[in-house]
């Protein structure tokens, strides 16, 4: 029970981190963006169950492959959604981590 609200809660607070350390003049700004990639989950909604705990989301939904998550990494590089990349990378570390912890248990 700890681990799914756990990862909910990282979800908010890491975004909210890196915003204050590396965008100090808009971090409220750099952290609602971050926040807003959480939106990448919509690609759960393609399988049944829609949630699964026990399902590791890297490398079974489509917007969470590795190939995404390829161009994630390349669109921190480019100015204009430099914010988006970080935070999809963000929320796939997290998930990754996620998914370790799910082996761990």
Do not use: Q
């Amino acid at each position: 029970m700890i681990r799914p609200i756990a990862h909910l809660v990282l979800h908010a607070l890491v975004p909210g981190v890196v915003a204050r350390l590396a965008f100090k003049a808009n971090w409220s700004r750099a952290w609602l963006i971050m926040v807003a990639t959480l939106l990448v989950d919509l690609d759960h909604l393609l399988v049944t169950p829609v949630y699964d705990p026990g399902r590791c989301s890297i490398g079974f939904h489509p917007l969470h492959s590795y190939i995404a998550v390829g161009v994630y990494a390349v669109m921190t590089t480019i100015p204009r959604f430099r914010l988006v990349g970080i935070g999809l990378l963000i929320h796939m570390f997290l998930d990754a981590t996620d998914c370790a912890w799910m082996r761990w248990e």
